[in-house]
């Protein structure tokens, strides 16, 4: 596997979605490839990060002017 295809695998690769096979090839990279490494390091922190923060619920009046603008385009 190379570093284009651990690009295009990454978010399988995240979310556990991968094939057993390709989780090990991706991971073999990940030991040799620092570059990689850092980019998938940095993304599972990000998605931790986003998961631990408290959806807060967008104000009605808020929502409703989104919903006039995404109806208008």
Same mark, same amino acid.
Not at 15 to 37: G, P
């Given at each position: 596997?190379?570093?284009? #295809? +651990? ?8 979310? #556990?979605?991968? &094939?057993? @096979? !390709?989780? /090990?090839? =991706?991971? *073999?990279?990940? !030991?040799?490839?620092?570059?990689? /490494? @850092?980019?998938?390091?940095? =993304? *599972?922190?990000? @998605?931790? %990060?986003y998961h631990s923060i408290p959806? #807060? /619920?967008?104000?009605?009046? &808020? *929502? %409703? /002017?989104?919903? !006039?603008? +995404? !109806? %208008?385009k």
């Open positions: 596997m190379d570093c284009q #295809e +651990i690009f295009e695998t990454l978010s399988e690769y995240l979310d #556990e979605e991968l &094939a057993q @096979v !390709k989780c /090990r090839e =991706l991971e *073999r990279h990940l !030991k040799t490839c620092h570059n990689c /490494r @850092v980019v998938v390091d940095t =993304l *599972r922190q990000t @998605v931790s %990060l959806c #807060e /619920r967008l104000p009605d009046e &808020a *929502r %409703l /002017r989104l919903h !006039k603008v +995404i !109806k %208008l």
